[in-house]
Every structure is written in structure tokens, then in C-alpha cells.
């Protein structure tokens, strides 16, 4: 399960040809794994989205490139965060992820979530459906692929998915299949599907919302008798480190300008409110403070992208080494 999570949401670095796109996403995965991270994950997404860049950004196609990561690795697990319901055909989603499974040696998990970023849908013909069926499309999808991670060779007919005895040939390694994880933060559904078939818990929500959120989890989990306690809890936040509060906050006014906002002290309150939110930023103290605190609310590990420099192996390496201590 996740304690310390990298996630790659970004593939346009500077003074990098699209040809060495690859082997630099690869160095950062081999550092992340070298310095502590225990997991690296990258968005299952075709566009860039829109907080982090233009949608002509260069996006690969996330399991093409978990596979190839999973040769290069030997440790961290290896996911989206998260998989739209709508992409692909649940039972080739199954076996996609299986596949990563067999090739990592057992690494792998299934990030998935209802999906929502509708310009990617439009642009490249993917059907993207009202809420509510894409959350039926979720339930449906989440008892294929456990079904199949299991080798139960399901039979299904549902409202929008159907299997019919359906192989998934060469089995997993993990035993039972690949854990799930369930990604977003809708309290009447997301949460409970995360009760009811999550191995893994990612909430994307603001740090003041994570309470409310842990508490709506334990609710339903009380509903199906669970125990909070069996979810791995973690959430997506964007760090930005530096050796020096001054140099950390510096970075993240960079950051902010380069997305067309304001440097921080000239945000308006409701912008800073939701940065700030979502954002770790400071030297390793203050940063180690900070997961100190989130863990404190009921998380289980954090799970962090870096906007500023992630495609620098130092700065990875250093992110590492802060987080491996703040979580010993």
C-alpha cells in the first residue's frame, strides 16, 4: 500500500526533444524509487489539463508508458491516478492491468475513478455519458475487474457492460489481483464505492476537506461493515521543496506566473484558498510538519506531484529522502 506516493502529471519539460521524453520520465521513476518513494503513478489522461498546461502538451498514453517503467523498476508499485471509466472496455481494462501486474513482477494496482475532463472525450470520440451513468459505468467496471483479477472467469450483463465467462490469461501475480484504488472525493458515491470495493482510498480534495472526508468514509464503511482501517487512505497534493523557505516559495510564484496567475501575495483570498489547499511548500521542516499533520487527520501516506521541477531527478531525490523521514 502507498505511504509515499510520486505522481508524473506532466510531460513537457524544458530543453527536452519529444525523443528523450522516455528516458527522462525513466530517470525520474528510477530516483523516485532509489530515494524512498514507494509508488509512482502518472494521470490516465490524453490531454494535458488545464491547471497544468495547454491540451497540445505532450501526454503518453499512461499504461504504454507504466509498462515500460515497470522494466526499468524494481520496487515502487506502479498505477494510474486515476483511470477514467469511460476509456476503455472494463474487461480490457482488466487485462491491461494484469498485464502491467505480470510484467512488474506483482507491482501493479487499478486507479480508477468516473472520469470527467469532457474536452478529451469530444476531441478524440470517446462517448462521455451524464454523471450518473458514468458512476453506473464505474460499479459495473469495478465488478469485472475484480471478478477477473480473481480468475473467476465472470459472466455479467449489465446495464452498460457485459462479459461472458471471461478469461484473464496469465493471471495475476499479486495474489487476488491487483488492489484497487478508488480516486475523487464525491461523498454519496465515490466514497462508497471506495467502501464497498477499494483496496485504496485517494482523496482529491483540498487538506482542510480531508476530515469531512475520512469521516464520510468511516460512515459508509460502518454501512457495509467495514473496517476504515483495511482502506489504504492517501491524497493528492503538489509539493514544492526547495533547501530554503525563501527559494521554495520563490518556486512556487515561478510556477504560478508560468500558468498566466498572479505571483501569491497578489492572489485574491479565494485563489490562495485553494491553492494553498492542495499545495505542501517550504524546506524539508516545513514540509515534514505538514505530512506530520496530515498523517494526524487519519491518512495513511501522502501522495504528491512536484508542478515546480519534477522532471529534475535532484529535486525528486531530495523530495524522497524529506518524505522517507518525516514518514519513519
Not at 42 to 67: A, I, K, N
Not at 69 to 74: E, I
Not at 231 to 240: A, M, P
Not at 283 to 300: C, F, M
Request: proline share 5%; glycine share 10%.
Amino acid at each position: 500500500m502507498i505511504r509515499a506516493g510520486l505522481q508524473i502529471p506532466n510531460f513537457t519539460y524544458p530543453g527536452v526533444a519529444p525523443e528523450d521524453l522516455f528516458e527522462q520520465v525513466a530517470t525520474v521513476a528510477v530516483t523516485a524509487e532509489e530515494s524512498g518513494f514507494d509508488t509512482v503513478m502518472v494521470m490516465d489522461h490524453f490531454y494535458q489539463l488545464p491547471l497544468l498546461g495547454p491540451p497540445d502538451h505532450e501526454m503518453f498514453e499512461s499504461y504504454t508508458l507504466l509498462g515500460a517503467l515497470a522494466a526499468r523498476t524494481q520496487r515502487v508499485k506502479l498505477g494510474t491516478l486515476v483511470t477514467g471509466v469511460t476509456y476503455r472496455n472494463p474487461a480490457i481494462l482488466a487485462k491491461v492491468v494484469t498485464a502491467l501486474d505480470v510484467i512488474s513482477r506483482g507491482r501493479a494496482f487499478l486507479g480508477i475513478g468516473a472520469a470527467w475532463f469532457e474536452l478529451e472525450h469530444d476531441a478524440l470520440g470517446v462517448e462521455f455519458p451524464p454523471v450518473k451513468e458514468r458512476f453506473e459505468r464505474l460499479e459495473e467496471a469495478l465488478h469485472i475487474c475484480r471478478a477477473m483479477f480473481r480468475g473467476e472467469r465472470p459472466t455479467f450483463e449489465g446495464k452498460h457492460y457485459r462479459v461472458k465467462d471471461a478469461i484473464n490469461s496469465p493471471a495475476p501475480i499479486t495474489p487476488g489481483g491487483p488492489p484497487i484504488m478508488i480516486g475523487g472525493s464525491g461523498e454519496r458515491k465515490t466514497l462508497r464505492f471506495m467502501a464497498q470495493y477499494a483496496e485504496m482510498a485517494n482523496f482529491t480534495a483540498g487538506f482542510d476537506e480531508l476530515p469531512r472526508k475520512l469521516e464520510v468514509l468511516a460512515a459508509h464503511c460502518n454501512d457495509v461493515g467495514r473496517d476504515i482501517a483495511t482502506i489504504n487512505k492517501t491524497s493528492l497534493g503538489s509539493l514544492i521543496l526547495d533547501r530554503t523557505m525563501d527559494g521554495a516559495t520563490r518556486k512556487r510564484d515561478e510556477l504560478l506566473q508560468a500558468r498566466g496567475l498572479a505571483a501569491w501575495d497578489a492572489l485574491d483570498d479565494g485563489m490562495k484558498g485553494m491553492i494553498g489547499g492542495r499545495f505542501v511548500v517550504g524546506d524539508a521542516d516545513a514540509v515534514a510538519e505538514r505530512v506530520h499533520e496530515l498523517l494526524a487527520l487519519g491518512l495513511d501516506g501522502v501522495t504528491f506531484n512536484m508542478p515546480a521541477d519534477g522532471w529534475q531527478p535532484d529535486a525528486v531525490a531530495f523530495a524522497g529522502e524529506v518524505l522517507t523521514k518525516a514518514l519513519a
